[in-house]
């Protein structure tokens, strides 16, 4: 039972590792990892949760991730981000890229419209992840 409980914690951040492009990088970063998503050529953090959802659990937007990353080596591409009439607070729908797909065929890409969505498979991973907008350095 023990073993089951560890399980089902550690399961966000194993989502999150899945998710990020260099693990070390989100380690320091502090307890809830930070991965970076493009939404539209604007570039986010997001915040990982410890929540998980089912499919019928609502309205979710859609994550784009695979290959070697997106321009600049962002690992994520999101279909909406905050200020945009459909965004749903970073409650997300993961896609990953399909098997046999060049891995760098999107390496330029920063927006969904640029993706060619076939190329895509859908996953059951549902969770929570608010994007932030990213602070310029001081």
Known sequence: MNRTILIRLSLP????????????????????????????????DGVVTNTHFGPSAGNFDELYMGGNGFKDGVPLISEAK????????????????KAGVDPNKYANACRVEELNLSDFESTDRYFECPLLPRRSPK
């Open 82 to 97: 905050p200020g945009d009439a459909d965004y749903n607070g970073g409650r997300w729908h993961a896609n990953r890229l």
């Open 13 to 44: 951040f194993l989502l999150a590792a899945a998710l990020l492009a260099d693990v070390p990088a989100a380690r320091a970063q502090g307890p809830n990892p930070r991965p970076t998503t493009w939404a539209d050529c604007e570039l986010f």
